[in-house]
């Protein structure tokens, strides 16, 4: 089995059609947990739907003809089940996965009594089907903005930067962009450029005891207001694991975590201008107290 799941490694990962992607998941016998090798097929699969608009995904389970007909359709479905939790696992929307069924056992079909083994091995399977969303609809899919996501009104206009913060001209709803904060392409780390403006963002915070604040984490180069993958842990989750990086440097540098809070935006709010403009941090002031 082990060399049969490598070959499937090795072989063609995706099939392309005009209008639907697939992708076939394989099983061991009687088994519903992933193997390693296709939980890493299945990553690769989904890191490369980021540049496509999704309309809707059905997932459906198999088994081989081994087995009663009620076992065959249980297991199907976990089959299925189990992929569903994959793909939301790895930042698919579930609301995209509109079908998830298992259809019990594939009838065999054999030529040659050598082939058995391989056929039910290539029969215990789970089938994704990515179906893309159309030209016309993308046209009319709205661009939400940040602050139509705060409920605290009015929110001032304008940019405002650590500067504000440290006169104390700063109010809760205002929103700062961290400048000069690059992050290593595809990873939640900073470059060396950036530690200067995190020595001041550090030394601002502790001198503003009064301030609280989300640290809010955004990506750019997906789709669907998805997140992107982080390269070091290989998990769907960079926009928080950028935020986090930011409250651990602050906690590291004696910030009051009580202050804090970090979040990843995914993709929810690209600017429309270059994609390193969208992979940005910001600080969003939930609280300003009396200054000491």
Do not use: W
């Not at 697939?22 to 490369?48: A, M």
């Not at 500067?163 to 809760?172: Q, V």
């Amino acid at each position: 089995m082990k060399h049969f799941l490598l070959f499937l490694l090795l072989s063609t990962t995706f099939v392309f059609s005009q209008s639907e992607l697939t992708h076939d998941v394989y099983f061991n016998t009687d088994e519903y947990d992933v193997p390693l090798t296709e939980e890493n097929r299945i990553l690769l699969f989904i890191s490369n739907l980021d540049s496509i608009p999704i309309q809707k995904i059905s997932i459906y389970g198999f088994t081989d003809d081994r087995g009663s007909n009620d076992y065959n359709l249980e297991l199907s479905q976990n089959r299925a089940n189990t992929i569903k939790q994959l793909f939301s696992g790895y930042g698919i929307d579930e609301n995209l996965i509109t079908n998830v069924n298992g259809k019990g056992e594939i009838l065999l079909k054999v030529l040659n009594e050598n082939e058995v083994h391989k056929i039910r091995g290539l029969n215990r399977k789970v089938e994704i089907i990515v179906t893309p969303l159309q030209p016309e609809v993308i046209k009319e899919t709205p661009v939400i903005t940040q602050e139509e996501v705060i409920e605290d009104k009015p929110i001032n206009k304008g940019p405002k930067t650590t500067k504000d913060i440290a006169e104390g001209t700063i109010k809760k709803g205002d929103k700062i962009t961290l400048d000069k904060i690059y992050f290593k392409t595809s990873y939640s780390y900073v470059t060396s450029e950036s530690k200067k403006t995190l020595e001041k963002l550090a030394k601002i915070m502790l001198e503003k005891k009064n301030i609280y604040f989300t640290i809010q984490g955004h990506v750019c180069c997906t789709q669907m207001s998805r997140d992107a993958i982080d390269k070091k842990t290989k998990k769907r989750n960079l926009s928080v694991a950028r935020a986090k990086y930011i409250y651990d440097y602050l906690a590291r540098k004696g910030v009051d975590k009580k202050r804090m809070k970090y979040v990843g935006m995914r993709r929810k709010f690209p600017l429309g201008g270059a994609p390193e403009l969208d992979r940005r941090v910001e600080i969003l002031i939930t609280y300003v107290g009396q200054a000491d």
